[in-house]
Every structure is written in structure tokens, then in C-alpha cells.
């Protein structure tokens, strides 16, 4: 018998004394499960077992809740917030899941009386593929938000069966791998096939007329495949509401062809299969191709065609037609991904359900809203019209359509005005001919939103600003949070028991309570309780990376923390610019003083985006070199944590001293690292861009770190023929840093290896670094003299802290709720009955 088999054992029965029957429920539950479900024994089980266990055992607590929302809202015909998002990421659910529903206490002490670490069964835990970066980290925190605020919602999405890529490095350049996140097994999802729905592809349309002598269109699709739900239950903080997460998974409806197996085309036989499981194999496929671009329309058109059938099926529970659908669901589009349900809620009105255009047209307008989560115009989605049109013929029909009765209004309030209609057009025809998802969405919906005032301030201004015209005060503005269930109670437990033991715990649901610790600041004991929780975290961290990287760390060093998806506009490479800039000093004058850094970085590269593989490359390569260099040792410090995810974000999040959010102003929609960061008591050095003007107004100039070019300025100095050579030339720290970089210094004397980032730097440089250098390292500087005082850095960081409250995600919903759903809490009242000697909940049966 192995270690795991000896040190710990679960009974099928609890040990006869325990007084606490609650905990023996636990450790009788989860031997049942190992024994019954699982069909393990202390012989053979091991530690994804345990989690497995644990993991059915909680969700056999929340099914009754989840049971009983849901037939809650079919009985009062509840408006229900529908979140349609091509990701989310939601992170480890068991942790989570046990703060929610109040049981952690109870699951770590019937866990430990078994000889295990509930810890180190939550790091067994595999993430859910289902998301990238901030767009599906918002998505999954609303989903905790509604559910806590008990809204009624359902998120809809793709159960990706390999998700993005675990991201691996060989000789420093980032390696692709298949997240085979479902490998082990996912103990949270509900399949439910009877639920299923078709989705159809390609084929023709033809005309017909209706009994009545009307004339309608049917799509003739030349493939249809079956999308199969996967219902994930999301339970809100100590409510009775658990709301669900609805993924879609494609399957052929003919998965095996007897006929080709048994002539031996035996590839033949599941090609169909083949074919339709693609759609829901990765996120993201990369769409540099024509093959890539296909799929990723399919797999948009896919979910958003599942979830609106779902939708309507849910609907006609209550209702005898279609009319009032629009009351029963407010329907968010999380950025363009899902934007050709527009179109697709309309063919399923006018061609399926037969109703007259406009009253389909009333109907749809009135159910979606637009979240726009982007400025940059590459950013905002579009489809060449032939492949539209090979995929989705009739949708191209009802756009087209739509388009024209569109521009017809347009051309009423701007007669004359052709720029104006160009700009507002559905299709884009200044070139190849393309439909243009963001302009489809604008249309379609009700209220467009930003998400910060910033970015809502230049949709108005450039990006959407001809809708803003046509439709003044359509556009709003709603500030992204996140949850602090889990972006500070899971993620940093330590810092939160600090705050919960002082102030109490209403915060965790009221984040403006966190306004209490503000006076604290200037208490001495508690600054010192402060620091040293930071400290501990930071020491953790620091055992954890000699561990697992062989790193050793010093956790008295300052910790720059600069982890999000790496991206020329993020600008990771002005960072590696500072870090040279301080290592070219220490080489020339290694008497100079300034605290120690350790620098971290994390992100992926999208597989297609060789620049930022290349970055990816050139800050492992500094790392490489100054982390073995004896003149810097214990001064300066790099690591690039690689398969940076929800679950890494637990363990950098607490530990971070400073923030990095270098994109140029302009550029970032909103950002959530930002906020996460800042939660959790680390400082900012930022741009004013996305919600980082925001975060600043909120903690004050003085617990902020601003550099650089403001929007404006940026705008000017582009207009103004900007050239990046010339700051090179004039800036000898900037000229000495780039150099080393050009010299082969960093690539064994290569200097070929990473000319391209130098060549983008000194003759394009689109986001500015160059120019943003100066003030960039002089604000570094200023940093490195607060950070020597610790009592300054302290109370900085409390007040940092104490003055977040405005960034919950629930603050965001209920602004949602109010500006743009208007739909009310609806908090659900229990109809079951606990059964007090079997811990289970039973119905109560009508007699």
C-alpha cells in the first residue's frame, strides 16, 4: 500500500463517538460515494478519487436547491436574465461551491478526520476549459453575481471538450498542448439529452406560400447536428438561488453508419460524428485560415441557435405564442461572438413560427442588449460574405433584410448624408463585402453598453459613433467587477479573515463595507497585521515556486506582478524594457541602491500571433540571462509562470506588491486583472485606460502609480506623424536597452532572433512604447523609493483595499439589472422538506 493508501482512509461508517453529526453526514456521504458511485477502496483510490468523492457529495447537497429554482421560475413565470457568452471561466468549482453554500468549515474538518488536506484536494481539480481571459472571467463572475443577488439566469455557452491549450515551454517559446480538461472526469455537469436541439448548416432556401396564402421561406439546411445541454449548477452566497450554466455540445444525429463499416469504410462510418464533434473541440480554433474562420461561425451560430430554441421552448411552457417572448427573457449578447442571434431569433419567428416581420422585428429588438468589449477595429468581428453564405443562407437573407429596412430609417434622418449610411451599414462594402457583426448586434438590440466610462466614452466618440448619432443616449456605460467570493475568500483567505475578523462579514456581500478599514490605516497594530499577512502569502508563494520551479525567491522583494494575455496593446514588452533598464544600471554601477524585484509574468500567446509568441521568447530569454548573472543576484528576479489560469490567479493575486496595466490609453475596453489586483492590496502602475482612470479616481491619486500618454495625447501625437527613431535616438537609457536586445546579448549572440520586435519598435511601434518609455521608468523610480518605507506601502495598500467596494460584479448586475434587463431579485422560497436524520432533501408530496 502506498503513502496516500496509509495516511488516510475513508470508513463507510463514522466513528461512533463524533458528536457532530454534521460531520459525520460528511464522512458517510463521502465513503458512499468512493464505494458506490466511484467503486473504489482504500486499495485503490486516489487522490482525483477524493476530489471526485467530495465533489458529488456537494453537488448532491445542491441539487435540491437547483431542482427547486428552476421549478420556481417555470411556476411564477419569472423575466430570466439569459447570459450568452462564448466563454466562460469560471475557475475550480469545489471551492467555491463550498463557500456559496456554507459548508467549507464543515467539509475541512469531516476531510481532515480522514487523514487528507482538503487543500491539496482542491488542487486536484482541474479548470474548466471553457474560457480565455477577461471577456470569460466577467461571465462566469456575473454568473455567481445573479445567483447571489438571487436573479433568475441561465448563462448559455459551448462545453469545449478541449478548451484553449495548456501552454507549455520549450527553450522559452510558448508550446501548444491539449487542455484535456474532461480527462478525469466532471462531476459538476448535468447531461441532458432529452433536452437536445437541431442546428442546421449550409444547403438552400426556397419560397412557398403559407394556408393563408402568404409567402414564406424555408431553409433547407445539407447538415443538421444535434446540440446536447450540459446544465452546471451556479449557487449564489448562502441563498436559496442556485442558477444554471447551460453548455452546448455538437453531436451527429447519425453517429455510426452501418452501411460504410461493413463495406470497410470503416473512416466513412463516423465521419458525420467526426464532423459535428469538431464544432465544439476547442475555443478559439485558429482562424488564420479559411478552414479556421468556417468553424469559428459555426460554433457561434451553433450555441446561439441552441440556447434561443432552448429559450422559446422555455417560454411556450407558460404561453400559447411568441408575442410576449421579450417579457419572459432579457437577452445579453457578451460581446459580437453571439451576435448572429439577431438574425437567427428572427428566422425562428418568421419561418418557423410564422410571425409577421414587423411584430418579429418588435419582438427581437426588445430582447437583446449588447456588451461591446472592444476599441480596437480588429477586434470587431466579420464575416466575408461567401462564407456567410456557404454556412448560413437564409441568416444572410434576413440580414440583408434587415439592412435595407435599416438604412431606409437611416436615410430619412440623414437624407443625403451617403458617409453616414456607409458607416451604419450591416454590410460592409468598402471592399470584399463582409457582414459586420458589431453593427448587427447595435442594430438588433436595445441598449448597447461599454464597459468602463472610459470605453463607453470612445464608443460614443470614434468606434460606435455613428450609432451614437443616429440613436443618442442608446449607448450606457457599466463598469466591470468581479466577485469577491472568489477573488478574495477562495483566492486569498488569509487577507480575508484579517479583514472579516475586523469588520465582520458583511462585506463579502456589501463590498462598500470594505470602506471601514480606511481609518485603519493609521493604526499601527493593524498595518503591522496587515503587512504580515501580505508577507505570509508572499512566503507561501515563495515555497510553492521552489517547489514546483526551482526558483528561489526572496519574499521580502517587492513582487511586480504583470500576468494577462499577452498582446502587443497589453505591452509586456515595455516592461522587459524596464527590467533591462535596471539590470543595464546594476552592471554599471552595482553600488546603486533600490529594493529587490522579483518580476512575474503570465499569459498565453493566441496560436496564430507570432509577435507574441516572440515576446513570449524575449522575456524568458532576459529571465535566462539575469537570473544567472552573479552581479544581479538577489536584486533582480524574473519568472514567466507558464499555463497562467483561473487557478494560478489564486496563488499570484495575493502576492502581488505592484499591478502592471501597461496598455495604451485607448485600447483596453475595461480590464478585470486590474481590479483583482487591486482587491487584494497590491498597488497600480497604469495608464489612464479602461477601468483603470476608474480604479484611480476610487483609491485616490496617491494610491496609484500613473505614467504616460492619455488618450488625447496619444490621438495627437499619431496625427502628428509620430517616429518612435526619435526617442530612441534622444533617450540613451532607451537606446542602451534596446541595444543589449539587438547586440544578441539575451539570444546567445543571435541577432537575428528577435529583430522583429526591435524593427516593430523603432519604425511602426503602433502602441507607443517608445514613447511612453521615460515617463514609464521615472514612475518605476518613484515606486522603488515608496516601497523602502513599509509603513507608507502599507497603508497605501489598505486604502487601496478599503476603497474597492465600487468594483464588485455585484454592483455591476444590479446596474445591469436596473439600466438595462429591468428585472427585480426574486428570491426563492424552499418547497422541500429536510429530512433531519438523513441530511437529504426530499419534495414535499402533494397528498
Not at 20 to 32: D, E, M, Q, V
Not at 566 to 578: A, C, D, P, W
Not at 765 to 771: E, H, S, V
Not at 837 to 844: A, L, R, T
Request: net charge neutral; with cysteine.
Amino acid at each position: 500500500m502506498n503513502d496516500l493508501h496509509k495516511n488516510h482512509s475513508l470508513q463507510l461508517l463514522p466513528a461512533p463517538n463524533n458528536h457532530n453529526t454534521g460531520i459525520n453526514k460528511l464522512k458517510r456521504a463521502l465513503a458512499y460515494k468512493l464505494f458506490y458511485q466511484l467503486g473504489k477502496t482504500t486499495r485503490s483510490v486516489s487522490l482525483n478519487d477524493y476530489y471526485l468523492a467530495a465533489a458529488y457529495t456537494l453537488r448532491d447537497r445542491m441539487q435540491p436547491l437547483f431542482i427547486n429554482s428552476s421549478e420556481v421560475y417555470f411556476e411564477d413565470d419569472s423575466r430570466i436574465v439569459s447570459y450568452l457568452s462564448a466563454e466562460y471561466l469560471p475557475g475550480p468549482h469545489l471551492h467555491n461551491n463550498l463557500i456559496n453554500m456554507d459548508l467549507l468549515d464543515a467539509m475541512r474538518q469531516a476531510v481532515a478526520e480522514t487523514g487528507l488536506d482538503l487543500d491539496a484536494i482542491f488542487q486536484i481539480e482541474e479548470e474548466p476549459g471553457l474560457g480565455n481571459g477577461g471577456l470569460g472571467r466577467l461571465a462566469a463572475c456575473f454568473m455567481d453575481s445573479l445567483a447571489t443577488l438571487q436573479v433568475p439566469a441561465i448563462g448559455y455557452g459551448i462545453r469545449y471538450e478541449f478548451g484553449l491549450f495548456d501552454q507549455e515551454l520549450e527553450n522559452g517559446w510558448q508550446v501548444e498542448l491539449s487542455d484535456r480538461w474532461l480527462q478525469g472526469g466532471n462531476p459538476w455537469e448535468i447531461k441532458k439529452a432529452d433536452l437536445a436541439q437541431e442546428v442546421g448548416f449550409g444547403g438552400r432556401t426556397e419560397a412557398y406560400h403559407d394556408q393563408n396564402g402568404n409567402r414564406r421561406i424555408r431553409w433547407l439546411p445539407a447538415r443538421v447536428i444535434s446540440g446536447i445541454p450540459y446544465d452546471t449548477p451556479i449557487p449564489g452566497y448562502k441563498v436559496n438561488t442556485m442558477n444554471t450554466l447551460r453548455l452546448w455540445s455538437a453531436e451527429a444525429p447519425k453517429s455510426f453508419d452501418f452501411e460504410d463499416f461493413n463495406v470497410g469504410d470503416y473512416i466513412g462510418a463516423v465521419a458525420e460524428k467526426i464532423s459535428a464533434e469538431n464544432i465544439t473541440k476547442v475555443l478559439y480554433p485558429n482562424d488564420k485560415k479559411y478552414e479556421g474562420k468556417r468553424l469559428r461561425l459555426e460554433q457561434q451560430y451553433f450555441f446561439s441557435s441552441c440556447s434561443l430554441q432552448d429559450m422559446l421552448r422555455i417560454h411556450l411552457f407558460n404561453h400559447d405564442d411568441l408575442d410576449s417572448f421579450h417579457q419572459s427573457f432579457a437577452v445579453q449578447l457578451n460581446d459580437t461572438h453571439p451576435a448572429i442571434a439577431v438574425a437567427e431569433l428572427m428566422r425562428l419567428l418568421i419561418d418557423v413560427h410564422l410571425m409577421e416581420w414587423d411584430k418579429a422585428w418588435h419582438v427581437t429588438t426588445r430582447t437583446f442588449s449588447y456588451t461591446n468589449h472592444t476599441l480596437l477595429p480588429e477586434s470587431l468581428e466579420k464575416w466575408q460574405l461567401p462564407l456567410f453564405a456557404s454556412l448560413l443562407p437564409r441568416h444572410l437573407e434576413i440580414i440583408f433584410e434587415i439592412n435595407r429596412r435599416f438604412l431606409d430609417t437611416v436615410r430619412l434622418k440623414f437624407p443625403g448624408n451617403q458617409e453616414i449610411v456607409t458607416q451604419l451599414s450591416i454590410i460592409d462594402e468598402t471592399g470584399p463585402r463582409y457582414v459586420r457583426m458589431a453593427n448587427l448586434a447595435c442594430v438588433g438590440s436595445h441598449t448597447i453598453n461599454g464597459v468602463s466610462s472610459l470605453h463607453t466614452k470612445l464608443l460614443k466618440e470614434r468606434t460606435l459613433a455613428p450609432f451614437n448619432r443616429l440613436w443618442p443616449g442608446k449607448i450606457i456605460g457599466i463598469t466591470n467587477g468581479v466577485t469577491p467570493r472568489r477573488w478574495m475568500l477562495v483566492t486569498n483567505h488569509r487577507l480575508s479573515n484579517l479583514i472579516s475578523k475586523t469588520i465582520g462579514e458583511s462585506w463579502i456581500t456589501n463590498l462598500e463595507q470594505l470602506a471601514q478599514l480606511a481609518p485603519l490605516a493609521d493604526d499601527a497594530d493593524f498595518r503591522k497585521a496587515w503587512h504580515n499577512v501580505r508577507l505570509e502569502n508572499k512566503k507561501a508563494f515563495s515555497e510553492l515556486a521552489k517547489k514546483q520551479l526551482g526558483i528561489t525567491l526572496n519574499p521580502y522583494a517587492l513582487f511586480d506582478v504583470h500576468v494577462k494575455r499577452i498582446h502587443e496593446y497589453k505591452r509586456q514588452h515595455l516592461n522587459l524594457l524596464h527590467i533591462i533598464t535596471l539590470y543595464n544600471r546594476l552592471k554599471e554601477h552595482p553600488e546603486q541602491f533600490f529594493p529587490p524585484r522579483v518580476f512575474i509574468f503570465g499569459g498565453k500567446a493566441a496560436p496564430g500571433y507570432w509577435m507574441a509568441k516572440l515576446i513570449i521568447k524575449l522575456i524568458n530569454a532576459v529571465a535566462a540571462v539575469i537570473n544567472s548573472d552573479p552581479d544581479v543576484r538577489g536584486r533582480l528576479k524574473v519568472i514567466f509562470v507558464h499555463n497562467y489560469n483561473v487557478k494560478t490567479g489564486h496563488n499570484l493575486f495575493p502576492v502581488a506588491d505592484l499591478s502592471e496595466q501597461l496598455s495604451l490609453a485607448g485600447t483596453e475596453a475595461s480590464g478585470t486583472g486590474n481590479i483583482k489586483f487591486s482587491m487584494n492590496g497590491a498597488l497600480t502602475i497604469g495608464t489612464l485606460d479602461g477601468a483603470n482612470a476608474e480604479i484611480r479616481e476610487e483609491v485616490g491619486t496617491d494610491q496609484f502609480f500613473l505614467f504616460g500618454l492619455n488618450v488625447q495625447e496619444a490621438a495627437d501625437l499619431v496625427q502628428n506623424s509620430y517616429r518612435p527613431l526619435d526617442y530612441y535616438n534622444r533617450n540613451p537609457e532607451l537606446k542602451k536597452a534596446i541595444d543589449l536586445i539587438s547586440s544578441g546579448h539575451f539570444s546567445h549572440g543571435d541577432q537575428q532572433l528577435f529583430k522583429p520586435v526591435i524593427d516593430e519598435l523603432l519604425y511602426n511601434d503602433r502602441y507607443l512604447l517608445m514613447a511612453d518609455y521615460e515617463s514609464y521608468i521615472n514612475c518605476h523610480d518613484k515606486i522603488g523609493s515608496v516601497f523602502e518605507d513599509h509603513q507608507i506601502w502599507t497603508r497605501m495598500s489598505i486604502l487601496n483595499v478599503a476603497r474597492m467596494g465600487r468594483f464588485s460584479s455585484d454592483r455591476a448586475i444590479q446596474e445591469y439589472c436596473r439600466s438595462i434587463w429591468h428585472v427585480e431579485p426574486f428570491p426563492v422560497e424552499l418547497k422541500w422538506k429536510r429530512i433531519p436524520e438523513g441530511g437529504i432533501i426530499f419534495p414535499i408530496i402533494a397528498q
